[in-house]
Nanobody, 123 residues
Framework: QVHLVESGGGLVQAGGSLRLSCAAS????????MGWFRQAPGKQREFVAA???????YYADSVKGRFTISRDNAKNTVYLQMNSLKPDDTAVYYC?????????????????WGQGTQVTVSS
């Protein structure tokens, strides 16, 4: 059984930084592609970033240059370093395991979603 737990969210002023963590159970973490998504009130869940087992990374245009996804396979953890935060980044952030291979940015390709962590950026 795979279980994901996100942490690290909080309230930060615009221009500030946060680092989110996603701790995973499961002995095969190192081979998983992991993704971060976010969902703001009244909006659909949207892709933020993903990282393949080999370390290749992908980012949404809206966060490119500000966010960095990384992983530590020894700790079964994936991170999202968020810098230069904007009020538009306010959302619940989720991590998930990619289960399909068609579109790495599509939420319906992911499963084992965590409970999410709230990020609020004040102006």
């Amino acid at each position: 059984q795979v279980h994901l737990v996100e942490s690290g969210g909080g309230l930060v002023q615009a221009g500030g930084s946060l680092r989110l963590s996603c701790a995973a159970s499961g002995r095969t973490f190192s081979v998983w592609t992991m993704g971060w998504f976010r969902q703001a009130p009244g909006k659909q869940r949207e892709f933020v970033a993903a990282i393949r087992s080999g370390g290749t990374t992908y980012y949404a245009d809206s966060v490119k240059g500000r966010f960095t996804i990384s992983r530590d396979n020894a700790k079964n953890t994936v991170y999202l370093q968020m810098n230069s935060l904007k009020p538009d980044d306010t959302a619940v952030y989720y991590c998930a395991v990619r289960l399909s291979v068609t579109d790495i940015t599509a939420a319906n390709e992911y499963g084992y979603w965590g409970q999410g962590t709230q990020v609020t950026v004040s102006s």
